[in-house]
């Protein structure tokens, strides 16, 4: 989802302590067309870029992209940054189509496949009853475990392992 005002304006003002964000707007008269934002980490991964490149789908075809894309290189290149990251969709095969013009613009480019990331969904109301069967199996595995469940922030007499554990995930 896009985000809001005031959470595009927080991105800047409250930045993470070990990423700076650059960014860079295409203008046609008074109207942006394209935008690239890119993050250089200041702490770990110092080679690469992480990039979000877009441009209006009426506005491509016009170098646009190209115009920010080779900005960014050049930015890359002033902070020392050997390795680009970008995201872009493109659909399985045999799967739901999508829209890949992202993807045929950056291989044309030289830009590779590197990660491949799959999202899933599951209709909640498909497992409403949940399988009893199923969860009663489970359970004969999980002698001596909890579960915990909050909202918000973590509670405190938790936080520690809580903790421990996203690191390692990480």
Same mark, same amino acid.
């Given at each position: 989802?896009?985000?809001?005002?005031?959470?595009?304006?927080?991105?800047?003002?409250?930045?993470?302590?070990?990423?700076?964000?650059?960014?860079?707007?295409?203008?046609?008269?008074?109207?942006?067309?394209?935008?690239?934002?890119?993050?250089?980490?200041?702490?770990?991964?110092?080679?690469?870029?992480?990039?979000?490149?877009?441009?209006?789908?009426?506005?491509?075809?016009?170098?646009?992209?190209?115009?920010?894309? /080779?900005?960014?290189? +050049?930015? %890359?290149?002033? $902070?020392?940054?050997?390795?680009?990251?970008? *995201?872009?969709?493109? #659909?399985? @095969?045999?799967?739901?189509?999508?829209?890949?013009?992202?993807?045929?613009?950056?291989?044309?480019?030289?830009?590779?496949?590197?990660?491949?990331?799959?999202?899933?969904?599951?209709?909640?109301?498909?497992?409403?009853?949940?399988? /009893?069967?199923?969860? +009663?199996? %489970?359970?004969? $595995?999980?002698?001596?475990?909890?579960?915990? *469940?909050?909202?918000? #922030?973590? @509670?405190?007499?938790?936080?520690?392992?809580?903790?421990?554990?996203?690191?390692?995930?990480?």
């Amino acid at each position: 989802p896009t985000p809001s005002r005031p959470e595009h304006t927080a991105r800047f003002e409250h930045p993470w302590p070990a990423l700076t964000e650059e960014a860079l707007l295409a203008w046609d008269g008074d109207r942006v067309v394209g935008a690239a934002s890119y993050l250089l980490p200041q702490a770990e991964n110092v080679s690469l870029v992480y990039l979000e490149l877009i441009v209006q789908p009426q506005h491509r075809r016009r170098c646009i992209g190209t115009r920010l894309l /080779e900005e960014v290189y +050049a930015a %890359a290149r002033r $902070h020392h940054r050997s390795l680009l990251e970008i *995201q872009t969709v493109r #659909a399985l @095969p045999g799967g739901v189509a999508r829209d890949e013009a992202g993807y045929r613009y950056l291989t044309h480019r030289a830009h590779g496949p590197g990660v491949t990331s799959i999202r899933s969904r599951c209709q909640i109301a498909d497992h409403a009853a949940g399988d /009893e069967a199923t969860l +009663a199996e %489970a359970w004969t $595995h999980a002698h001596g475990y909890s579960l915990v *469940q909050w909202r918000d #922030a973590v @509670p405190e007499e938790i936080i520690a392992d809580a903790a421990a554990l996203q690191s390692r995930l990480m």
